[in-house]
T-cell receptor, first 115, second 115 residues
Framework: NAGVTQTPKFRVLKTGQSMTLLCAQD?????MYWYRQDPGMGLRLIHYSVGEGTTAKGEVPDGYNVSRLKKQNFLLGLESAAPSQTSVYFC??????????????FGQGTRLTVV | AQSVSQHNHHVILSEAASLELGCNYS??????LFWYVQYPGQHLQLLLK??????LVKGIKGFEAEFIKSKFSFNLRKPSVQWSDTAEYFC?????????????FGTGTRLLVSP
């Protein structure tokens, strides 16, 4: 199994450019997440999805949009990139089973630099 | 605001020293607790998790954690660290006020083990 795969792994953008990060999971998980990791700030939740066709805002959603058109894919979009969005982005997925909670599986990360 | 706190941001130890990393959370009610590890250049991997039952949880690579409900804590321990334990460690909590859908992380503790 590939698990959680993120595309691309590295990207450099100019301020104002747009891009989409793709997250794909092959574990049939219901929940998917996008986090950004910045030094000294840990992982902060950008957006998440609890099922196909649903999305919700996390702690730091401004400047990002997401879509979950297919259960296995969760896309993160930057419409107009800003230097403050320079970060490492991690996607994660998790199975939901009633009230019993499960661990999250993470992708390898996307290192994005906005100049 | 409800949160997850890791008070030790950087820890430096010699090999064979004992380790304890603190984690406190501010959510009321039943919580699910996790410790993740991120080795240099890699994605996050689960070390251990607590859902219910015995508050002393054993994970991989000799790590363990103790859930103390009265102190809202879930501290990570290892009796004798190795150089290969050099990594960043994250505590995470499932928040009951979002139906356990969100996974909230602390800011992380960077551990350096010197040979």
């Amino acid at each position: 199994n590939a698990g959680v795969t993120q595309t691309p792994k590295f990207r450099v953008l100019k301020t104002g450019q747009s891009m989409t990060l793709l997250c794909a999971q092959d574990m049939n998980h219901e929940y998917m997440y996008w986090y950004r990791q910045d030094p000294g700030m840990g992982l902060r939740l950008i957006h998440y999805s609890v099922g196909e066709g649903t999305t919700a805002k996390g702690e730091v959603p401004d400047g990002y949009n997401v879509s979950r058109l297919k259960k296995q894919n969760f896309l993160l979009g930057l419409e107009s990139a800003a230097p403050s969005q320079t970060s490492v982005y991690f996607c994660a997925s998790r199975q939901a089973r009633g009230t019993e909670n499960t661990e999250a599986f993470f992708g390898q990360g996307t290192r994005l630099t906005v100049v | 605001a409800q949160s997850v706190s890791q008070h030790n941001h950087h820890v430096i130890l010699s090999e064979a020293a004992s380790l304890e990393l603190g984690c406190n959370y501010s959510y009321g009610g039943t919580v699910n607790l996790f410790w993740y590890v991120q080795y240099p250049g890699q994605h996050l991997q689960l070390l251990l998790k607590y859902f219910s039952g015995d508050p002393l949880v054993k994970g991989i690579k000799g790590f363990e954690a103790e859930f103390i409900k009265s102190k809202f804590s879930f501290n990570l321990r290892k009796p004798s660290v190795q150089w290969s334990d050099t990594a960043e460690y994250f505590c995470a909590v499932n928040a009951p006020n979002t139906g356990f859908q969100k996974l909230v992380f602390g800011t992380g503790t960077r551990l350096l083990v010197s040979p």
